[in-house]
């Protein structure tokens, strides 16, 4: 029997660098390997001996992407092990910093990165010549989420102005009122996005997944919660290393995450949608419905549709802090360094991001320990292209190529977050 074998030797339209090979025979489960080849970066190394009050700085660097998650999930570790809580105006600029990232983040990957999948074209420079007007409104919504981020975070990409107890320097009401316009006509554009995305043509292919997020008790999930799944888990972001586990697999410079005797799960915007749901804004709650979204939203090609809702949250939730917004008395509370173990937990556009630190009494951290979203994912991304190759095999091998190719990149991968693991043995 003949061996069929499908290889891409570097992924194009990801975060990274990374390649896949498939083997199978007709009739048999195709072996799929997600390669990721980009050298480990080795951070948390890079945090070891260093003060508490470095990690949101030294954190950000991991990804021009998505530093906020970043950042966030490492003050959010620091402030709980030190036992204090921001104020309600500081922890309102954070979730607006946020979103300011999640809207830059999902906007560049829907248009510029994932739509040409789904039109037929190499990249998104030969579709704007067919599709300008789409273009250019991702290109407009973007810049929205840009100037946030800038605002807030001091410069576009990794930013430099949230610290361990809050902000250096809070916007004064007049400075955070220049986003209400721009963000009211970035609603009507991720409303048209949600619109747009939903007349996309689907391959018809599902599977049945572990979906774990944060969860709130009342807003659709960004930097707090307990992180759930649809099978069970319910735990604080201290319970993270009971339930979940990562491994080394030969093929990946990235470590493979599973649950604890179960195997592989999902993080990422189906994720928050399957399990947030009553949870999406008012706007967003409407578009899912007319988009025909139904939860949970197996088909994996549909999470163009899903991050498209996910913009309009973070649209609609960053508008109403703006106009909320009448300044703090104080940009940051005071924290005093204790020893001990702190985690935390936010939602990063791609996933579930979590940070673990142990600190001495001076404040300095004895080892980190980082679990990015694309790693968590990368399991499930190799059965997703396997899944693929068993219901769609026959198709003419660059067919067969490109829809694998889309099956990764469904998931926004970030290569280059998930290889900063390492792994120390002492031997005395």
Known sequence: ?????????????????????????????????LRIFEPPRFFEALLQGRDFREAPDITARICGICPVAYQMSSVQAMETLCGVEVDPPIRDLRRLLYCGEWIESHVLHIYLLHAPDFLGYEDALRMAADHRG?????????????????????????????????????????????????????????????????????????????????????????GQGAIVSNRGIDCPPSGFEDHFVEEHVPH?????????????????????????????????????????????????????????????????????????????????VPVTPRAGVGHGATEAPRGLLYHRYTLDSAGRIVNARIVPPTSQNQRSIELDVAAVIARRGDQPIEHLT??????????????????HFLRLERRE
């Not at 029997?1 to 025979?25: C, I, P, Q, Y």
Request: charged share 25%; glycine share 6%; net charge neutral.
């Open 402 to 419: 490109w829809e694998c190719e889309q099956a990764i990149r469904n998931y926004d991968p970030c290569i280059s977050c998930s290889t």
């Open 252 to 332: 990946s410079t990235s470590l493979h995450a599973a649950v604890r005797e179960r195997g592989e799960y999902v993080v990422g915007p189906m994720a928050r949608f399957a399990l947030n749901l009553d949870r999406l804004t008012p706007l967003a709650a409407r578009l899912a419905k007319e988009a025909g979204l139904t939860t949970p939203c197996n088909n994996p090609f549909k999470s163009i549709v899903v991050r498209s809702i996910e913009t309009v949250v973070a649209v609609e939730d960053a508008l109403r802090i703006v106009r909320s917004y009448t300044g703090v008395e104080r940009p940051a």
């Open 1 to 33: 029997m003949r061996s069929n074998v499908l290889k891409v030797d570097l992924l194009a339209r990801v975060e990274g660098e990374g390649a896949f090979t498939a083997t199978w025979r007709n009739g048999s489960e195709p072996d799929v390997k």
């Open 134 to 222: 789409a273009v250019e409104r991702g290109l407009a919504l973007k810049k929205v989420g840009n100037d946030i981020v800038a605002l807030l975070g001091g410069r576009e990409i990794h930013p430099i102005n949230v610290r361990v107890g809050g902000f250096y320097r809070a916007p004064k009401v007049d400075e955070l009122r220049v986003l209400e316009k721009p963000l009211e006509r970035a609603l009507e554009q991720a409303a048209e996005t949600v619109r747009w995305t939903a007349g996309l043509n689907f391959p018809d292919i599902e599977r049945d997944y572990e979906y774990v997020s944060l969860r709130h008790p009342s807003e659709y999930p960004m």
